[in-house]
């Protein structure tokens, strides 16, 4: 189903200002207006429905997404800097959708904290909105505005908690290194610019796949490459990823860690795939080096974590790493590159907000984030159990949980349709660090299943309905994802076998 939505081939409709088109961000815009005035309108002992009117705006954007894909036309506006697309409707559904997750976990951890609730679901629907306009850009300056507009709330919410010095930590640090890749990226799109004189990405491309100009070619390229790998935490552009991880409060970490990182692939994607198709000599062996460190470095730091926000952090990254693999065999395999990442995000994104749903949870008793608090779980939150060791075997790869069919769909695209040494070597560090990433999901399991409860404190886990309705959603998800593809993939395996 998935690969149908992504099949490009319908004629671009190309009016001055489309207005359907623009709809799901129209909404948006809405939805933040709405929430800044129930916020200023609102006495104090009601402020509960600001997150409600909240989700009920990111529900809302998504009608018009559906309108668009039953539409099937293919739409640009600005000049081609902005286009709808069956790619930018799929991802602009895993932004939203990601987005309500993280409200339904906010509801109660911001509403029994000492914080502002309408500014911070403010700050969340404008960065999400950046994350729709992303999913969009056609256009080296119309990606640089989606960037900021999703990075600067981010930078407002992972210090949100102004009393806590790791919080207070992990904003600066974000910000800081947020501004640096970003002077780094504009550097790069500034010398595009000068090679190509356009910043479309169609028109950049074309003009990078005839030029000779190879130094100062390769360092555009290269620096808007980095920019966007320190968005999604790749090895070595990662050393902000634990602490704001772990300093920010834990709904805006998940955020963090599944729709900010998944914008970051998809500006890749389409730096990748439209404007620098014709360099696969420079692309292809940046993503090889760059992604075969980023998971070997996230899987072995995330051994030794003994804080499962920190083993999450390092795990995403690790994920990052997977995510980026296809990119490094694009040039054979384009169509396969953009199927498997894109598959990747979905499940990932289920899967790592359904894990810090737990923790949220969880935490709610034990008021710590150690893995030996873990202790016992089983033996007073059997179901939180249960979902965890869904979640954590899913990133693990093991089927038939969703993440299997993520490993998978990379695998495919690494060794299919040609089996190149650089696409086998590769496809061989993702086996070897999925293995090892094994040991440190199923060590959280064993904690849950098999150790003494710390304390010996039994008292059962009050989940809040709204934590138990993230919960729901993203463990449908993953199940689906998995379950669903069974058969099929295993049928495609033996086929290629």
Known sequence: MLATLLQQGTPFVRPEVDWHAFAPELVLVGAIVAVLLVDLFTPESSRGVVPQVAGIGLLASLVPVLTLAVDGTDRAMFGGAYAVDNFALVLKVLFVLAAYVVVLLSTNYIAEGDYHEGEYYFLVLSSTLGMTLMASARDLISIFIALELLSIPAYMLAGWRKRDPRSNEAGVKYFLMGVFASGIMLYGMSLLYGLSGSTLLAEVGATLAASDAEPILVLGVLFVLIGFAFKVSAVPFHTWAPDTYEGAPTPITAFLAVSSKAAGFVALLQ?????????????????????????????????????????????????????????????????????????????????????????????????????????????????????????????????????????????????????????????????????????YYANVAREMWMKPVPDGDRTAVRVPFSISAALAMTVVVTLIFGVSNLATRFGDLASFL
């Open 271 to 439: 730096l990748a795939l439209i404007a620098f198709p014709g360099r696969d000599d420079v692309v292809e062996p940046f993503f090889w080096v760059l992604a075969a460190l980023t998971m070997t470095v996230g899987n072995l730091i995330a051994l030794r974590q003994t804080n499962i926000v920190r083993m999450l952090a390092y795990s995403g990254i690790a994920q990052a790493g997977y995510i980026m693999a296809p990119l490094a065999v694009m040039g054979s395999n384009p169509g396969g590159a953009l199927r498997s990442i894109v598959t990747y995000l979905l499940i990932y994104a289920a899967t790592n907000l359904g894990a810090f749903a737990v923790v949220i949870a969880v935490a709610r008793k034990t008021r710590s984030a150690e893995i030996s608090s873990w202790g016992g779980l089983f033996e007073y939150a059997p179901v939180l159990t249960v979902a965890m060791t869904v979640f954590l075997f899913s990133l693990a790869g093991i089927p038939p949980l969703g993440g299997w069919l993520g490993k998978f769909v990379i695998f495919r695209a690494l060794v299919q349709p040609d089996l190149t040494a650089a696409g086998v070597a590769l496809a061989v560090v993702v086996g070897v660090n999925s293995v090892i990433a094994l040991y």
